[in-house]
Structure formats: C-alpha cells, structure tokens
C-alpha cells in the first residue's frame, strides 16, 4: 500500500507512515527574545485584523489600511525593538505606495531580525516597486539562500528577469521554485516564460534593430524599418519630456503583425488594437491600413513601455493621458510635434459641454480599478485632455507641477499623497475653468 500511501500525502520515516510533507532544514529564523507588552501584542492583532478586513472591503480599503498602519505604529512606539510591528508596516506602505518608508521599516525590521527570509523578500519587492532591479535581486537571492522554501522569492525573482527579458534566468529559478512546490503563480509565470521562450509561428521574420529598438515582424523589412524609424523619433520625444536613466542591455522590443487575426491569436487583449505587457517588457499591434492609426498605437502604447522600465507604479491617468499625448504626435520634415489626439478631442469636448466630464481633483486621484471602469472613453479623454493643458497651456505654466509629481510618483508617494503635495495647492476652480476654455479652443 506504499504508493496509494503516497499518493494520499503520507511519507514514510523511520518505519512509520506520517501525514504531511517533511519540513526542510533550514536557517533558524526566530529573533532574538524581546520582551513584548500585552497592550503592543493587543496592537499588532488589531493591525493584522484591520489588514485582512482591508483585502476583501476595495470600497474601504485605503481607510482600512490607514487604521491598520495606525495600530502597527502604536505598537512599534510600545515595542520599539520588535521586529513584527516594522515588518508589517512595511507590509503596509507598500499597499498604499510609500515605498520609501516601506523600505526604511523593512531595513529596520531586518536589523532586528536579519535570517528571517520573509524580510528580505519584502524588501526585494520594495526595490522592485521602486524598479530599483539591481538592488533587488541579490536580495531575492540572499532570502532564497537562507530558505530555499520561500515560494514568493522564486516567484519575485523570476518576474524582475522577466522584466530584465532574461528569460532563461527566469525559466531556471521558476523551475526551481516548482521543485519545491507546486504553486499556482509560480507555474503560470512559468508558462508565460516558456512561451515567450518559443519562436513565432512566421513563414518570414524580418528583424530590424536600431539604437534603442529591436522591431520583430512578418510584414517585410521596409514596413519594419519604418516602425523602427518611428520608434526612434518617438523614443527622443519621450525622453525630452521625462527624465533618462540607464536602461537594461536588451533593447526595447516591438512585435508588428501582419493581420489582426495572427495579432489577436498570438495573446492580445480583446477589443485592442496594441497592448504592451508590462511582465514581458514588449509592445505587441498589427499593421493597420491607415499608417497614421498605426502610428498612434505604437506612440501610445510605446510611451507604457518607456516609463515602466523605471516607474512600474504610475497612477493611471496619468499614464493613458501621456500615452494619448504622445499618441496625438505626427511628423513634420525629420521630427515628430505633439498635436492634439484626435481619437479623444471630440468626445472630451462633448463632455465639457454637456458638463458630464469628472471634476478633475476626482479624476487625478482615481485608483487603476476605477479608471479602467464605468465610462472608461471618457476617463482616457478626459486624462489626456488634462495632460495635454498641463504641458501645453501658456507654454507650460502647469509643467513644473507635472514633472514634481511625476518625481514624487518615482519616489514612492501614493497618488493621493503626490496630487495634495503638487495639485492640491493650486486653485483647482480657476484652472479648471481654464481647463475647460483652453481644451474648447483646440481644433
């Protein structure tokens, strides 16, 4: 009956059959005895409750989390040199996008517990949020070398080299990880990884690299260095707007397929005409018949690939209002001028007079989820138009809000916390008035 034992979860050890897996030996991980009052215990159950009330209620989430972070501190000031209440405030703030006082809690519950892996994990997904990549892997690592159990530093360890398009890195410490458990995440990243790994199903591949791209396609090579050639000018354009940073080895790369039927079978969203897979790092469309439709989509959708590399968390209208702003581009002798984006003018220009658009406080500190829902055409128009003012009123007047804000989303402020700092100390009357006028005179 040995096998059918087995099978059952049974393991045999020294001449009896025992339930359950064989625990591995690992690294001690208890910290060092620390002396915790009742009341900070009371504290850190009443954090944990109000965390996991915060996972199920979306509607009240922030409100929860806020208490939670509340009741954590409280014990943290009642047990300063326990390592729990500093875990589980970093825990927290990375919820909530404070990632600096995330790491700052992290680094600290580290200190006074430095073999828990858990931890370290936390910490890696810190700098992963903050797309810190170089810091977080030997991070990942050392957790993994301290327990070669922890299913959630295989699984992070393999996004970031997916995000660096080291697949094959990724593949090994997901093959890894599965060894040891076979975890749901880990195998459909996993197999997100290997069919990446296979070759695209084209009779022909023309492959055209270029500084800062590598453009794949089954269309022909003068299509394919046309889409290169644009990406280039467009890539210049972002980088006049938003600031450089060292990117990875691999370049950019972009996939053109021939028809829609082979774009949508080979993994694209439904209802898209090009995505951009912020796992993978690659931005996926099909040639359309109209070159100009075509080159809204890879200006747009190419604008999410260029910021994700370093800011992987960035509010969402504030990132489909750039796209569209960098989709309204057209090009003019050797360079490409921002031009208001028609796909989203007119309806934009409906809502104000209907006055059925948003406030624009409301809609500058929507979540991803309510952007994305209810009337979402009008949510990406009116994101672009409120990005398009802000470059472009009065040669800039809103710019250096725009960038401040932008800079505080890179330094791991939520959006709530980065609009009041920028936004919320200007009169939001006025400039929306000014909004609505300047947004009405463009043709």
């Given at each position: 009956h040995g096998p059918t034992r087995k099978a059952l979860g049974y393991r045999l050890e020294n001449g009896q059959w025992i339930k359950g897996e064989k625990k591995a030996k690992k690294e001690a991980t208890s910290p060092p005895s620390v002396q915790i009052p009742k009341k900070a215990k009371e504290y850190i159950q009443k954090g944990m409750d109000l965390f996991n009330e915060a996972k199920k209620d979306l509607k009240q989430q922030r409100k929860l989390l806020e208490k939670a972070i509340f009741y954590f501190k409280a014990a943290r000031n009642l047990a300063p040199n326990y390592y729990l209440p500093y875990f589980h405030l970093g825990v927290l703030y990375q919820w909530i996008r404070k990632f600096k006082d995330a790491k700052r809690n992290l680094e600290k519950a580290l200190s006074l517990n430095p073999h828990d892996s858990e931890i370290l994990v936390e910490l890696g997904d810190t700098y992963t949020w903050m797309a810190d990549y170089e810091k977080a892997i030997p991070i990942y690592q050392k957790a993994l070398k301290k327990d070669s159990h922890q299913i959630k530093g295989y699984y992070s360890l393999g996004l970031v080299y997916c995000r660096l398009r080291q697949f094959q890195k990724a593949k090994q410490i997901l093959e890894k990880g599965l060894a040891k458990k076979k975890d749901f995440r880990l195998?459909?990243?996993?197999?997100?990884?290997?069919?990446?790994?296979?070759?695209?199903?084209?009779?022909?591949?023309?492959?055209?690299?270029?500084?800062?791209?590598?453009?794949?396609?089954?269309?022909?090579?003068?299509y394919g260095k046309t889409i290169s050639e644009h990406a280039e000018l467009i890539y210049w354009v972002y980088q006049r707007v938003f600031p450089k940073k060292k990117l990875y080895k691999d370049k950019f790369p972009i996939y053109v397929f021939a028809t829609w039927k082979e774009y949508m079978e080979n993994g694209a969203p439904r209802g898209t005409?090009?995505?951009?897979?912020?796992?993978?790092?690659?931005?996926?469309?099909?040639?359309?018949?109209?070159?100009?439709?075509?080159?809204?989509?890879?200006?747009?959708?190419?604008?999410?690939?260029y910021v994700h590399y370093y800011a992987p968390y960035i509010p969402s209208w504030f990132n489909e209002g750039n796209g569209d702003f960098f989709g309204g581009c057209r090009k003019e002798g050797n360079k490409l001028m921002i031009k208001p984006n028609k796909w989203r003018l007119g309806l934009i220009k409906r809502a104000i007079k209907n006055k059925t658009y948003l406030p624009l406080d409301k809609l500058m500190q929507m979540s991803k989820a309510q952007m994305y829902s209810g009337n979402r055409g009008l949510h990406y128009a009116q994101a672009w138009a409120i990005v398009y003012f802000f470059w472009m009123y009065q040669n800039g007047l809103y710019r250096p809000y725009l960038k401040k804000y932008f800079k505080l989303i890179r330094e791991g402020y939520g959006r709530i916390e980065a609009y009041h700092k920028t936004f919320g100390k200007v009169d939001m009357a006025s400039l929306e008035r000014a909004w609505k006028n300047y947004i009405l005179s463009l043709k």
């Open positions: 195998y459909r990243l996993y197999l997100l990884v290997v069919n990446e790994l296979k070759p695209l199903p084209w009779k022909k591949k023309f492959t055209i690299s270029s500084k800062h791209y590598i453009v794949y396609t089954n269309v022909s090579e003068e005409a090009g995505y951009f897979h912020p796992i993978l790092q690659k931005l996926a469309f099909y040639k359309q018949k109209d070159l100009d439709n075509t080159l809204t989509v890879l200006y747009h959708e190419g604008f999410h690939q």
